[in-house]
């Protein structure tokens, strides 16, 4: 018996709805491949909603109890990173991307991957956008906006990174060069630090009110540290706390 066969899929679909109820279940779940998909037609009948799709997947929900759905949206929220790589020579890590620039130069960022820490997100971001190596000092702030890509959010983390250079057999620190992303970045350079400050802070053209804000914490030596803690749910992975220090 194919639980899928068309001619008899709405009964059992209703046969399954009605012993979720008697078991005192809140929501049916269903995920239907996309060689399945003809059958979804026949899902929202009895009235199962679209809730997401991933890869080649869509997944379905229905409320079972009473009242409103408790079920959340799936991904209100993007989250982004950016990275403020700052050098011994008090240089500044910057970008120009291929499109859509509203400033001169602006700091590596990018979207955090599914299930990707912020600080490794913005340790990638630095590394694919400019071929520099950096590691996490500190989340000097974040940023929410709203009405983004599909309508969601997001949030923004800021964070500070600390360019892994060398020292020659002559004892001089040797910054790294950087290598613009091919595919996205036009050019990615240090620049000075008093210049991109100046860029940001400009009046005449509006600046960059985030970004002067931004600046302002790191001229101050304020920041946000992150400390790893292990989850009081069993066969959690561990959680990543973020919290603000005294500089």
Known sequence: NDAFEESTFRAKLVSTIE?????????????????????????????????HAFNGTAVLNMWLRDGESKVPEFATHNVGVGAVVVNSKDEILCVRELRKNYMPFKIPTGLAELGEQIDDAAAREVMEETGISATFHSVLGFRQTHGLANGRSDLFFICRMDPKEQVDDLGNVVIPK???????????????????????NDKSTGGHPTMQHIMNVFDNERKIEKLTVESVVPGRKPNAIYFPTSP
């Open 19 to 51: 012993a979720c109820r008697e078991l005192g279940k809140s929501s049916l779940w269903i995920e239907v491949p996309m060689s399945r998909a003809r059958l979804i037609e026949r899902m929202s009948e009895p009235g199962l909603r679209f809730h």
């Open 178 to 200: 950087p290598i613009p992303q091919e595919s996205e970045i036009e050019t990615a350079e240090w620049v000075p630090l008093s210049e991109y400050k100046a860029m940001v």
